[in-house]
């Protein structure tokens, strides 16, 4: 990976046709050895937290002493994410596709020497199949993987995302330039509302009819027309669409010039969060070489037709992610929104008609263009067709990122895909969509993942985040946490949700201290109605999801708070109280170093106590004790 | 000439119009706060909310802003409209304990007292923002801005820094709906320096 200055690896050629495009890639392909030995290391967000760039940098210092560089060709390849976060830093060694986890620096000597150069495994880094206990290979055989159908994904964690030489051997661009030659502007239209692609970002729109109703809007009002990437994802736990912003930057890139194409714009926006400071940058490389190489540009191909865009910085604001919102942002206004009766496909951005998609929406784009429609129907269920990339994070054991076709059964994601819960019990809830999604119960386990069953369960699919919950997770604290959450994000401009989601937290804020009645329940169901109602945009009118799901499929947790003052999970701190079981205790004192208030008392070896009057409830005991002595009441 | 229904009764509007207007010109009473005729409607405060219905399908939008057509059947006093304005009407209430223009409009729809805490019983501004649009569309001077995000969101000279921008011309104080921007004005102006004539 290119830490230095924006560079182009290969010598850029501008490319003046289709089929240029074509030789390019019959060179790059010519060039590369399929069988040559490759060390491929997750340079995802998620792996380099846990330390994968200690680990390329430790393949490179190896490869360099072993002196076996001429076997590795090129050398060390960093991509993006490889989707298992949790086993992390996760490598690759091509072309057997042994797939290694946890790999720490000091295992690279034993890798360097066992499989590079002695072609074996190293048994203690493969992955274990968790139910047989038998030793995994690849990739593709761990189940995780097994059950994934990667079209968005579908060169994440494969290339290295900034050569775009990587993306064109992979086959990238080859849909803009099928485009570009052999379809006019009404059939690319004609083919996104075929594939029934519907937008990625929350709501499930038709992208086809949106493209269409800004094609009517342009014969009304005329161009400019603009299209805008909106990667400003900032759902807690959600990390889609920064995967493939890292990961494979030009697909989002060709989807736009394909949908620029399709619409005539000439310009265009990827309004990406600050925060994701490793997409920007792989954004700009390349759209710099896809520029460098006449595909991004004046005269495209030499198709005479120009469209360039720019990337937008998000200032942190989650609101901005709404789509008025983004556009007065992009505007250089604060990053409000505006009243939506008139859409934005005919008054978008400095009023112009514009469209607007989320990232993994203009991923699709070029599958769809290249393969055709009727490919891309056949995956998923009819209404929601195609995959859904989702980030499968919370009490689950494989969190990660998953691309799976749409209307696979919850249970199948979370139990088969994710793994299950750690405990091994069933899990209790499932919350999609973020904070504007709802909680579905594991009495709900086979709803389909689609948009319609989805949003028939009270929640919705928003952009794509699932966080599982188990019994020790507690509903109103859940319900707790994702207001709190947009309570700083609102934008203050309308009352309902500036006033409303205060006040909504506040009730529960009573119900976790166990204060409260069935009237307040009523209360806060009948508040959240009206802010569904009245909010001005849909950060605010979508916020009471969470409580109203709760409420709907937790009502007895709710008024076990209330009416018997008690947290059945055992969150709520002043509703729980910690004790020490004295028949388990041994007496270590392990929890009473550790208690930072010293409320724990007892002697070596005799059952200790806890001071009830001065524990915090912090938890630290329970955590830290090895004989499950520390009990929740 | 536009015609739709309000309440089952036939209107007619001009092309541009809302529907807040059409109904204010057939006398059919919504109520408003951060409405004023004199600057653009923001669609802020949702005490105009309407129901729009079709067949089986309905939903509510802010009349200031939202356009007439041909047909439209609007609602002002269905259930779901009185349950947006009973707790934005609330919810007012304590949040501007001090105002007696919004305990007024909220007692002559019917609510008088909320289920909520004042955190501050001296407030009276609920930041409409009226006063922001008249000193920008209307003086053409933008001395006045909400401040800060969210919750946090309050009236205040632009960075929260008093302004010789200000020319002390009122029209903020004038168009204020509940009277806050007396108080305010001095923090916009900045108080004003010691009359040189009192000096020694």
């Given at each position: 990976m290119h830490n230095s200055a924006i560079a182009v690896k290969t010598e850029p050629v501008r490319l003046q046709s289709a089929e240029e495009l074509n030789a390019l890639r019959d060179r790059i392909i010519a060039e590369r050895d399929p069988q040559r030995l490759e060390v491929v290391v997750c340079h995802g967000t998620g792996c380099l937290a846990s330390g994968s760039a200690k680990v390329s940098q430790a393949f490179r210092d190896a490869l360099e002493t072993a002196g076996i560089q001429a076997k590795v060709m090129p050398g060390i390849k960093t991509t993006g994410c490889h989707g298992l976060c949790s086993r992390g830093p996760l490598v690759v060694i091509r072309p057997q596709g042994l797939f290694y986890q946890?790999?720490?620096?000091?295992d690279v000597a034993e890798i360097v020497q066992r499989?590079?150069?002695?072609?074996?495994?190293?048994d203690r880094l493969l992955y274990r199949?968790?139910?047989?206990?038998d030793l995994v290979?690849?990739?593709?055989?761990?189940p995780f993987y097994k059950l994934q159908e990667r079209?968005?994904?579908?060169?994440v964690g494969k290339?290295?995302?900034?050569?775009?030489s990587d993306t064109i051997e992979a086959g990238g661009y080859q849909a803009l330039a099928k485009a570009l030659t052999t379809m006019t502007p009404e059939q690319v239209v004609a083919e996104i509302e075929k594939s029934g692609l519907r937008g990625r970002?929350?709501?499930?729109?038709?992208t086809g009819r949106k493209w269409r109703s800004a094609l009517s809007a342009i014969k009304k009002k005329g161009r400019p027309v603009y299209v805008v990437v909106n990667?400003?994802?900032?759902?807690?736990?959600?990390f889609m669409d920064c995967a493939v912003m890292e990961g494979d930057p030009h697909a989002v890139l060709e989807g736009l010039i394909i949908g620029a194409y399709a619409l005539g714009a000439e310009n265009g926006y990827l309004y990406v969060r600050a925060e994701y400071p490793l997409a920007i940058r792989h954004l700009e490389i390349a759209m710099a070489q896809a520029r460098a190489y006449g595909l991004?540009?004046?005269?495209i191909l030499n198709s005479g037709f120009s469209f360039d865009a720019r990337i937008n910085r998000g200032a942190?604001?989650?609101?901005?992610?709404e789509s008025t919102a983004l556009f007065t942002s992009i505007e250089g206004k604060p990053g409000n929104p505006r009243p939506k009766y008139i859409r934005s496909v005919e008054e978008?951005?400095?009023g112009r008609p514009t469209v607007l998609n989320n990232v993994e929406t203009w991923a699709n784009v070029p599958p769809i263009i290249a393969r055709g429609a009727d490919w891309y129907n056949q995956?998923?269920?009819?209404?929601?067709?195609g995959t859904k990339v989702f980030s499968l994070v919370g009490k689950?054991?494989?969190?990660g990122l998953v691309e799976v076709p749409m209307g696979l059964p919850l249970s199948t994601l979370v139990e088969k895909i994710g793994g299950g819960v750690p405990n091994g019990k069933p899990f209790k809830a499932v919350q999609t969509g973020g904070p504007s999604g709802g909680c579905i119960p594991y009495h709900l386990k086979?709803?389909?993942?689609?948009y319609d069953s989805l949003v028939a369960a009270g929640s919705m699919m928003g952009s794509g985040g699932m966080i599982v919950m188990d019994d020790s997770d507690c509903v109103v604290d859940v319900a707790r946490y994702f207001l709190h959450f947009l309570e700083e994000e609102s934008?203050?401009?309308c009352l309902p949700c500036r006033l409303g989601l205060t006040r909504m937290r506040e009730i529960l804020d009573s119900f976790s201290k166990g204060v409260g009645s069935e009237q307040d329940i009523a209360d806060l169901t009948s508040l959240a109605q009206a802010i569904q109602d009245g909010a001005l945009c849909a950060l605010g009118a979508s916020a009471p999801n969470p409580v109203l799901t709760t409420i709907r499929y937790f009502k007895e947790e709710y008024l076990a708070h209330v009416q018997?003052?008690?947290?059945p999970a055992g969150v709520c701190k002043d509703l729980i109280t910690y004790a020490i079981d004295p028949a388990l205790c041994?007496?270590?004192?392990t929890c009473a170093r550790q208690c930072p208030v010293q409320c724990i008392s007892g002697k070596k070896k005799q059952p200790h106590v806890i001071d009830a009057e001065k524990c915090?409830?912090?938890?630290i005991c329970k955590e830290s004790c090895k004989f499950g002595a520390v009990l929740i009441s | 000439m536009i015609t739709f229904k309000i309440n089952d009764q036939e209107v007619s509007a001009r092309p541009g119009w809302t529907v807040l207007e059409t109904a204010r010109e057939h006398d059919i009473d919504i109520p408003t706060?951060?409405?004023?005729?004199a600057v653009s409607a923001s669609?802020?405060?949702?005490?105009?909310m309407v129901e729009l219905r079709e067949g089986s399908w309905s939903k509510l939008v802010a009349s200031c802003i939202y356009p007439v057509a041909e047909g439209l059947q609007v609602f002002t006093e269905t259930e779901r409209v009185r349950n947006v304005r009973r707790w934005v009407f609330e919810m007012l209430l304590a949040a501007c304990p001090a105002s007696p223009e919004i305990a007024r409009m909220a007692a002559k729809h019917?609510?008088?007292?909320?289920r909520f805490e004042s955190h501050d019983p001296e407030q009276t501004c609920m930041v409409c923002g009226l006063c922001a649009r008249v000193c920008e569309?209307?003086?053409?001077?933008?001395?006045i801005a909400t401040v800060?995000?969210?919750?946090?969101k309050r009236v205040g000279a632009p960075f929260a820094k008093p302004t010789?921008?200000?020319?002390?011309?009122g029209s903020c104080v004038t168009i204020c709906p509940t009277g806050a921007m007396q108080s305010i004005f001095d923090s916009i102006r900045g108080v004003p320096a010691t009359n040189l004539t009192q000096l020694g």
């Open positions: 946890r790999v720490q620096p000091k499989t590079l150069i002695e072609g074996q495994a190293v199949n968790p139910d047989t206990g290979f690849t990739q593709d055989d761990i079209v968005v994904l579908r060169n290339i290295d995302p900034t050569d775009i970002g929350g709501a499930g729109f038709s990667g400003d994802e900032g759902d807690p736990g959600a991004l540009g004046e005269n942190g604001a989650f609101v901005c992610g978008g951005l400095w995956i998923g269920v009819p209404h929601s067709t689950v054991n494989n969190v086979d709803t389909p993942v689609d934008c203050g401009k018997d003052h008690r947290c041994t007496g270590c004192m915090l409830r912090c938890g | 706060l951060c409405f004023h005729p669609g802020a405060c949702r005490l105009c019917g609510v008088t007292s909320t569309e209307v003086v053409g001077l933008s001395a800060d995000r969210g919750v946090h010789d921008v200000c020319v002390a011309c």
